[in-house]
């Protein structure tokens, strides 16, 4: 069973610009906050201003046009 978090959340844009400018779709790793060891979560360096760990195993499509996602053409 899937299970998708209410409201904003962070993620990691993984697909190549040309692919997102062609494309409807653009990959997507989320962001969590919690760190409990699991090795697909890979921690987000320090110097930036966002905390915690791009979920590899959550990858995901999705049409930022249409969820009017911040950065995103609307």
């Known amino acids: 069973m899937n299970h ?3 409201g ?3 993620g990691v844009v993984i697909s190549p610009f040309r692919m ?3 494309a409807s779709l653009t990959l997507i790793a989320p962001v969590t906050s919690k760190d409990n060891g699991f090795p697909l979560h890979i921690p987000i360096a320090e110097d930036n ?3 915690g760990f ?3 195993e959550g990858i995901q499509s ?3 046009a249409a969820r009017a996602a911040s950065g995103s053409p609307r």
Do not use: T
Request: hydrophobic fraction near 45%.
């Open 8 to 10: 904003w959340h962070y």
């Open 4 to 6: 998708e978090p209410a």
């Open 54 to 56: 791009v979920q590899v």
């Open 20 to 22: 997102n400018s062609l």
């Open 62 to 64: 999705v049409d930022l």
């Open 49 to 51: 201003p966002i905390y």
